[in-house]
C-alpha cells in the first residue's frame, strides 16, 4: 500500500526558507513532485522530479525553490527560499507512475508566509 507523508511545514515570515520532506512508502521508484494549494484556488504543479533527476518547475518559484530525492530513504524533498505571501497554501506531495496513470497523494502540509 502507497502512503506518502509530507512533513516540514510551519509558519515563516517572507524572504525566509522552509524545507519540506514527503517519505513514501510501499512504492516502486518513479516520478515524485510537489503540488499546492491556496485557500480559494485550484492546485497548482510546484516542482517534480524523475527518477533520472531531471527536474521540472512552476515559473513562479524558478530560482527560490529546488526539489530533491534521496531514493535509499525513498524521500522527496523540497527547499523553499526567498518565501513570498504568495507561496502560502497546503502542500501535497505527489507519486505518479506514468505508464499506467496512477497518481498518488499525501495529506499536505501546511505553509505559510507572513509578510
Known amino acids: 500500500q502507497v502512503q506518502l507523508v509530507e512533513s516540514g511545514g510551519g509558519l515563516v515570515q517572507a524572504g525566509g526558507s522552509l524545507r519540506l520532506s514527503c517519505a513514501a512508502s510501499g512504492i516502486i521508484l518513479s516520478t515524485m513532485g510537489w503540488y499546492r494549494q491556496a485557500t480559494g484556488k485550484q492546485r497548482e504543479l510546484v516542482a517534480t522530479?524523475?527518477?533520472?533527476?531531471?527536474?521540472n518547475y512552476a515559473d513562479s518559484v524558478k530560482g527560490r525553490f529546488t526539489i530533491s530525492r534521496e531514493d535509499a530513504k525513498n524521500t522527496v524533498y523540497l527547499q523553499m527560499n526567498s518565501l513570498e505571501p504568495e507561496d502560502t497554501g497546503v502542500y501535497y506531495c505527489?507519486?505518479?507512475?506514468?505508464?499506467?496513470?496512477?497518481?498518488?497523494w499525501g495529506k499536505g502540509t501546511l505553509v505559510t508566509v507572513s509578510s
Open positions: 522530479i524523475t527518477t533520472g533527476r531531471s527536474s
Open positions: 505527489n507519486l505518479v507512475y506514468p505508464v499506467v496513470g496512477r497518481n498518488y
